[in-house]
């Protein structure tokens, strides 16, 4: 298979998961809200966003620094034997770390046995997702050996959710068949594995437990501060104005973000081929950066003008009635997807050669000027500084992403 063959497969592979991933939580949410009474709905979703953190634990940055070694090492079985078991070694510490956490908040908040139940089974789903190999196939750029089985598992979790949950006495039912569907995809893809796997791994040592997560730390710290930075804004209009502005904020930005990642699969199908370029052919990887990078952002400029245009029948499509406030927000929020592609296209590019702490300083530094912006920003403008705010944030990741970039490639792009 050629190269440009492989990262087009990876890179549909990687948007059917990534569709699989909204689409079908999308199908069962209006159904879910109404079968659901709106205290037991809200305490599914405070499980879920307690389990969500604990997948971003376990994920800790191996989803880029595992994929770039498997990228560089795939021709060394030995090498991808020796990656594999520090890996799983770092991220059953992770969990069993995480295990530990949620234990100690469950009994300092005298948690109901309900409550235990949910978040025991959310846990399970943490714990699939820990295990599903995804760094694996995605450095091999074999991605429909996770495809598949992610689909499949998310459709009959769908049509499970329709056929067996019809009340709130079926909420442990519905927390069972998610945990269910993480552990079967975890299952295949573990299976999987083995089978492209020719030698056996060694048992994980605490020093390349170690060195694992060392090298992977850098990427976990500038996630944290992101998730931190990109939630606070919300929080803070939410204090300084009214639901309606809040509504209206959220609507513009789960549209642009939407829209926005589109360029997340191509972005992650480019990144193991980029990783082996680097490799073994350095002086390609930077001509195929450089082009990858300008053809990205070029592209980004054309959509975000589209956008800025069509934002009027966007918010009406979204909102089935005209509605000025969404359409004069994603017109701002439209500029921040002009440079959507340049953040974690740098950041990939920083990763692949090495340099992950430079990520990390150019996200907290972001986090420094989210934060100086954000309240006088909010306070006087309301949902419309939100908006500036992203994008001056935005802009302010890309150029200092790029600048650290700079350093080891001359001449990248704008």
């Known amino acids: 298979m050629s190269e440009p063959v492989g990262v087009v497969r990876n890179a549909v ?5 990534q569709v699989a991933n909204y689409a079908f939580p999308l199908l069962t949410f209006p159904y879910l809200t109404r079968t659901l009474s709106t205290e037991i709905f809200g305490m599914v979703a405070v499980v879920t966003a307690v389990s969500a953190y604990f997948m971003m634990v376990s994920d800790y940055g191996f989803g880029l620094t595992a994929t770039r070694d498997v990228a560089a090492a795939r021709s ?9 078991s520090a890996v799983f070694g770092a991220k059953l510490v992770l969990l069993a770390a995480s295990v530990l956490i949620l234990a100690l908040g469950l009994l300092l908040t005298r948690a109901s046995s309900i409550v235990v139940g949910l978040h025991v089974l959310a846990f399970l789903g943490v714990v699939g997702y820990a295990l599903t190999p995804t760094w694996y196939f995605h450095g091999m750029e074999q991605m429909a050996w996770v495809t598949y089985p992610t689909v499949v598992a998310k459709g009959l979790l769908a049509a499970a959710t329709f056929w067996w ?6 909420v442990i039912r519905l927390l069972s068949l998610q945990a269910l569907s993480a552990l079967v995809v975890a299952a295949f893809g573990l299976l999987a594995m083995r089978r492209h796997v020719v030698i056996s791994a060694p048992w994980p040592t605490i020093s390349s437990i170690r060195r694992c997560m060392a090298d992977a730390t850098s990427v976990f710290v500038s996630r944290v501060l992101v998730t931190l930075y990109s939630s606070s804004g919300v929080l803070v209009l939410g204090l300084v104005s009214d639901l309606s502005a809040v509504g209206a904020y959220a609507i513009a930005e789960k549209a642009s ?4 990642s589109i360029y997340g699969p191509i972005l992650q199908a480019l990144f193991p081929s980029l990783a082996r370029d680097y490799h073994d052919r350095p002086e390609v990887f930077h001509s195929r950066f450089r082009r990858s990078t300008r053809l990205l952002l070029l592209s980004s400029v054309f959509l975000a003008v589209a956008v800025a245009v069509a934002a009027p029948l966007i918010s009406r499509a979204i909102r089935g009635a005209p509605d000025p ?18 953040g974690p296209s740098f950041t990939n590019y920083l ?3 090495g340099r992950q702490r430079a990520v990390t300083h150019a996200v907290f530094a972001a986090a420094v000027v989210n934060l100086l912006l954000v309240v006088p920003l909010v306070v006087v403008y309301q949902a ?9 944030v935005q802009f302010f990741v ?17």
Do not use: C, N
């Open 13 to 17: 592979a990687l948007s059917v998961v």
């Open 76 to 84: 060394d079985p030995q090498r991808v034997a020796v990656l594999m």
């Open 165 to 170: 949950v019809r009340g709130d006495a079926d």
């Open 257 to 260: 973000s939407a829209l926005s």
């Open 325 to 342: 406030e969404v359409a004069a927000l994603l017109r701002v929020l439209a500029l921040a997807i002009a440079v959507a592609p340049a």
């Open 351 to 353: 990763v692949i050669v």
């Open 384 to 392: 419309s500084g939100l908006a500036w705010t992203v994008v001056l």
């Open 398 to 414: 890309a150029a200092a992403v790029r600048y650290r970039a700079r350093t080891r490639v001359k001449g990248l792009p704008v």
